[in-house]
Every structure is written in structure tokens, then in C-alpha cells.
């Protein structure tokens, strides 16, 4: 690998689909404004806490997709997972995004696909059975202030040939290349 710093300037670009979204499109324009290490749970570092919150504030987008939740699963950071709490949270964070985005037209929240195995102080258990039955339960509450809430379903085992519950070095080569260690 390289080195950690050369790791960290490069993840902002690695996955970053909303610049593809641009890219290939006149009509469309998408900004990525993901923040390293932000969640849902108040009291942590919550999203709506940070800069770049403010920044998605100030570009007034007409759609927001939202992937959040995976570092809810860092057992440091919350050593048991408590749903109602997270579904709690989640909704208030859709409820200040709608109230300081006007004419915010929809949202949609990307369903976390599993992970192949423990990493980063990330709970697989909690990410591959929890936290999708929780984001699920987020969107089927409807949606926000009149703005839709609906729920991307990435199906990334279908995608990748990854298998669920099965280890790291257990796992075909197809879906190794979509993860690394760090």
C-alpha cells in the first residue's frame, strides 16, 4: 500500500460517483460532499454538525442520496447498537435537512451492502444484519416534511460475487477488488 497520507487524498476520489454522475452528463450536476468518520448517532460526530453540512446547505441541491451509517458500527463509538436511537436520530437529521434545504424535491438513502469481514474497529455482525433492516425501517417511515424519502438498494452481492457471512480470504477475486484494507 502506500502511505497513509497518499491512502487519505485518494479516498475521496476512489467510489466517487458523483463525479462520474457529472462526467457523463450535461444535464446533471453532482457534488460529493461525504465527510471521513461522520454519523448519524447525535452526540458522536454527527453530519449535520460538520462543514461540509453547511456546505450541502449552501449548494441547495433538488436531490439529496445519502449514505451514512456505517460508522455507527464502530464499537468505540457505540458499543451496542441501538436501534430505536439510530432511527431516531437518522429521521431528526432528514427533518433539519429539509428544513434548511428549500425546495429539497427528494431523498433518497443508499441501503449499506455487506461487508466480507471486521475492520476498522466496524462491527460486521452490526453492519451486514442491523444496519439495513435499520435504514429500512428509516424510509418506510415516508417521508419528510412532504419531501420523499426512498431507499436505494445497491444489491452489491449480486453485483460483485460477493457472499454474505463468508471470510475474506474465502471470497472470490471479483469481490476482493472492491475492498482493501484500509
Given at each position: 500500500?502506500e502511505p497513509?497520507?497518499e491512502q487519505?487524498?485518494?479516498?475521496y476520489?476512489?467510489?466517487?460517483?458523483?463525479?462520474?454522475v457529472?462526467?457523463?452528463?450535461?444535464?446533471?450536476?453532482?457534488?460529493?460532499?461525504?465527510?471521513?468518520?461522520?454519523?448519524?448517532?447525535?452526540?458522536?460526530?454527527?453530519?449535520t454538525?460538520?462543514?461540509?453540512?453547511?456546505?450541502?446547505?449552501?449548494?441547495?441541491?433538488?436531490?439529496?442520496?445519502i449514505?451514512?451509517?456505517?460508522?455507527?458500527?464502530?464499537?468505540?463509538?457505540?458499543?451496542?447498537?441501538?436501534?430505536?436511537?439510530f432511527?431516531d436520530?437518522?429521521?431528526d437529521?432528514?427533518?433539519?435537512?429539509?428544513?434548511?434545504?428549500?425546495g429539497?424535491d427528494?431523498?433518497?438513502?443508499i441501503?449499506?451492502?455487506?461487508?466480507v469481514?471486521?475492520?476498522c474497529d466496524i462491527?460486521f455482525?452490526?453492519?451486514?444484519e442491523?444496519?439495513?433492516?435499520?435504514?429500512?425501517?428509516?424510509?418506510?417511515?415516508?417521508?419528510?416534511?412532504?419531501?420523499p424519502v426512498?431507499?436505494?438498494?445497491?444489491?452489491w452481492?449480486?453485483?460483485?460475487g460477493?457472499?454474505?457471512?463468508?471470510?475474506?480470504?474465502?471470497?472470490?477475486?471479483n469481490?476482493?477488488?472492491?475492498?482493501?484494507s484500509?
Open positions: 500500500h497513509k497520507k487519505d487524498k485518494d479516498k476520489n476512489r467510489g466517487n460517483w458523483p463525479r462520474y457529472s462526467q457523463d452528463s450535461d444535464a446533471v450536476e453532482a457534488k460529493n460532499f461525504g465527510q471521513s468518520g461522520v454519523m448519524v448517532l447525535r452526540g458522536k460526530k454527527q453530519y454538525d460538520t462543514d461540509i453540512y453547511q456546505e450541502v446547505v449552501a449548494w441547495a441541491p433538488d436531490i439529496a442520496v449514505w451514512l451509517g456505517i460508522n455507527d458500527a464502530k464499537e468505540k463509538d457505540n458499543g451496542k447498537f441501538k436501534r430505536k436511537q432511527i436520530d437518522y429521521r437529521m432528514l427533518k433539519q435537512l429539509t428544513s434548511d434545504i428549500d429539497l427528494a431523498i433518497y438513502i441501503k449499506q451492502y455487506p461487508i469481514d471486521d475492520c462491527h455482525d452490526f453492519v451486514n442491523d444496519l439495513p433492516l435499520a435504514i429500512e425501517e428509516v424510509v418506510d417511515k415516508g417521508a419528510m416534511r412532504g419531501v426512498e431507499l436505494i438498494d445497491l444489491e452481492n449480486g453485483r460483485t460477493c457472499i454474505e457471512g463468508v471470510d475474506e480470504e474465502d471470497q472470490s477475486d469481490c476482493l477488488k472492491y475492498y482493501d484500509d
